[in-house]
């Protein structure tokens, strides 16, 4: 069975450009969440969705940020303009809401970006 | 208060050798769930085990099992002989039933070291 997949794997860009992430999370699952992780911060939940409807986007960091789901099988994640201290890696992972509580969050290879 | 601790940034093991990782957690909710994940060098992030708060025994899966202590709310991961394929980072994760959705909590990691 797929995973979840995430493109481009990397991606380096100057500042100011757009930058959009992508995420195909497995099929029949209907939550998907975004992660940064950095070496200071740690992992840090950016926003889910569950059913396609944003949940919980608390942890976008500003504006410039910007998530999408436009449908069950796919997610983006934008960030215009890009500056440098958005470098990090990027998760995607996807899990079944609705489903006993030991249905654990699978994760995507995650796209590592930086910016110049 | 951090919702997730883990008090180790790092750890060395002997090849062969059992080593624990320990995660503590803090939560209103009677209802939880608490899962490991491992994140090799290569930045994947796989689901390792999972405990329930109402689980009856600790979790096992294969050299991986979890040493879970209820009322000092500690879940420690304990990997049996120890192989260098188990160098890595290892977080601990909880998801509280009465949030919204499948949201996952992180803790800071453990980076583990097996030494041949």
């Known amino acids: 069975d797929a995973g979840v997949i995430q493109s481009p794997r990397h991606e380096v860009t100057e500042m100011g450009q757009e930058v959009t992430l992508r995420c195909k999370p497995i099929?029949?699952?209907?939550?998907l969440f975004w992660y940064r992780q950095t070496m200071m911060r740690g992992l840090e939940l950016l926003i889910y969705?569950?059913?396609?409807?944003?949940?919980?986007d608390s942890g976008m960091p500003e504006d410039r940020f910007s998530a999408k789901m436009p449908n069950a099988s796919f997610s983006t994640l934008k960030i215009q303009p890009s500056e440098p201290r958005d470098s990090a890696v990027y998760f995607c992972?996807?899990?079944?809401?609705?489903?006993?509580?030991?249905?654990?969050?699978?994760f995507g290879d995650g796209t590592r970006l930086s910016i110049l | 208060a951090q919702k997730i601790t883990q008090t180790q940034p790092g750890m060395f093991v002997q090849e062969k050798e059992a080593v624990t990782l320990d995660c503590t957690y803090d939560?209103?909710?009677?209802?939880?769930?608490l899962f490991w994940y491992k994140q090799p060098s290569s930045g994947e992030m796989i689901f390792l085990i999972y405990?329930?708060?109402?689980?009856?025994q600790n979790a096992t899966e294969g050299r991986y099992s979890l040493n879970f202590q209820k009322a000092r709310k500690s879940a420690n991961l304990v990997i049996s002989a120890s192989q260098l394929g188990d160098s890595a980072m290892y977080f601990c994760?909880?998801?509280?039933?009465?949030?919204?959705?499948?949201?996952?909590?992180f803790g800071g990691g453990t980076r583990l070291m097996v030494k041949p």
């Open positions: 099929s029949g699952h209907n939550s």
């Open positions: 939560t209103s909710d009677p209802s939880y769930g």
């Open positions: 994760a909880m998801r509280e039933v009465n949030n919204a959705g499948n949201m996952l909590t």
């Open positions: 992972a996807s899990s079944l809401w609705g489903a006993p509580g030991n249905q654990p969050q699978h």
């Open positions: 405990q329930g708060s109402y689980d009856q």
């Open positions: 969705f569950n059913n396609n409807v944003p949940i919980d």
